[in-house]
């Protein structure tokens, strides 16, 4: 589910406005109060850890505002500064410095809402999805369908994991403000991500065109370099946005990863341990330098990095998984056992945990307790080959069940008909029937 490449995307912040039918003319009451309903239903699904249903919820609430927007007045000089400069400080990334002069903005204006849009925007790209959606319903008070909005429909659909409704209203945010590097950038990376990357690298070198200097179209540009497999040149493009900001941590953790994934681990731990350093409590910065140790066969170090991802994001059950992988590839296979029941805690639909949990059990002879392992796989994805080769065996070696072992590996060859297992698979069940003949 986390991408290691993508740490610290610019989330343009939340979803896809979904219309009802039935909500006309005759029920001009209803879209306030609804979306307020709405509004307080997503902060409590924030509260309960379900960003996905959160995000859904709040794109209705956006979609419900007022049908007559508060009316916004000109912004005092004062505020206006404020907001220019906290504008230059997102340019750099100088994110704590950009939100202190947008608050300053809204405190002189309570009706700023383009200030209000950018803390929204900021407080996403930290993931604070509760302070991000309060400023959004303060902001869609008085906002139409102006471009800050849509980039934040846009950034809420990513959040609700649809991306094509997140294409369409980034698309439509670029129509309306054709000069946003935001917008270019985020539907730039977005198409890359999701197999449309030549349009989306257009939509990139447009941004970097118009502002060659800017870190955060920089950054997106290595890391859009990086999913495509280009390495060197996403790695021009990050030592380019460190040059500009060498302090934040999302050019350093990509180049780490780029480094990582070149071949040049003592390299990519350095830069990875820099971007921890100078940002302690980022879990994906340490999850990405365990990685990085893993590599290398720093197992300790490893370990204390994904212990350090979990104390600043308990609910990562990424980093409790590769904790169990760690202390599995070491022996410590209680421990490890330990470790995967807590990822699977977190997160129930997450099969590979299972099946882990189930080699070890196997390892310990303790099959009846590894069958409930692989089975409780197939539970949590149906096509979990290895699964059905696992429960396969078992049944052969150790419970003496041929019928069982033959439906299981069955099973498997749906899925895999051409390695050396299934050669395995294919001979051992033909002489089943060749026995069954006699």
């Known amino acids: 589910m986390r991408n290691h490449l993508a740490y610290c995307v ?12 039935g909500l006309g003319v005759c029920e001009q009451r209803t879209p306030a109060a609804g979306g307020a309903a709405l509004y307080a239903r997503a902060v409590e699904l924030i509260g ?12 209705r609430a956006m979609g419900l505002r007022p049908p007559s927007p508060v009316s916004v007045p000109t912004p005092s000089p004062v505020a206006l500064k404020h907001f220019k400069q906290g504008s230059e400080y997102v340019r750099l990334r100088y994110d704590s410095l950009a939100e202190k002069e947008f608050r300053s903005a809204v405190a002189l204006e309570p009706r700023y809402t383009s200030a209000r849009y ?13 302070g991000m959606f309060k400023e959004l319903w303060e902001a869609v008070q008085g906002s139409g369908d102006d471009a800050d909005r849509l980039r934040a429909l846009a950034g809420l659909a990513l959040v609700a994991k649809n991306v094509p409704a997140a294409i369409d209203y980034y698309r439509q945010a670029l129509a309306k403000d054709p000069s946003s590097l935001e917008v270019m950038r985020m539907l730039g990376l977005v198409l890359v991500e999701n197999g449309k990357s030549r349009e989306g690298f257009a939509m990139l070198e447009e941004a970097a065109r118009k502002a060659p200097n800017d870190y955060s179209t920089l950054s997106t540009s290595g890391l859009a370099c990086a999913l495509r497999g280009d390495y060197p040149r996403a790695e021009e493009y990050l030592k380019k946005a460190i040059g500009l900001n060498p302090q934040h941590a999302e050019a350093m953790g990509r180049l780490g990863i780029v480094l990582l994934l070149e071949g040049r681990t003592e390299e990519s731990i350095q830069r990875l341990s820099e971007a921890v350093n100078g940002n302690p409590g980022v879990a994906e910065l340490n999850m990405n330098l365990a990685k990085a140790y893993k590599v290398a066969g720093q197992w300790d170090n490893a370990e204390a990095q994904y212990a350090l991802a979990i104390k600043a994001d308990p609910k990562n059950y990424d980093a409790w998984y590769e904790t169990g992988n760690i202390l599995s590839a070491q022996g410590k296979l209680d421990k490890a056992l330990d470790a995967y029941a807590k990822a699977a805690a977190i997160e129930p639909k997450l099969a590979k945990t299972y099946y882990k949990m189930g080699l070890i059990c196997a390892r310990k002879k303790m099959y009846d307790r590894a069958e409930k392992q692989f089975k ?34 069955k099973m498997y060859l749906v899925y895999d008909l051409s390695s050396e297992r299934a050669t395995e698979a294919i001979q051992w069940l033909e002489k089943q029937g060749e026995e069954g003949k006699r």
């Open 10 to 21: 610019a989330c343009g912040c939340v979803l896809a406005m979904l219309w009802r039918p």
């Open 48 to 59: 309960q850890g379900k960003e996905t249903e959160a995000a859904e919820e709040m794109i």
């Open 118 to 130: 950018q803390i929204a925007f900021l407080m996403g790209n930290k993931s604070d999805y509760r």
């Open 376 to 409: 409780q796989t197939i539970r949590a994805n149906c096509d979990y080959a290895d699964a059905y080769y696992a429960l396969a065996v078992l049944n052969r070696e150790h419970r003496k069940d041929a019928r069982a072992a033959a439906h299981y590996f």
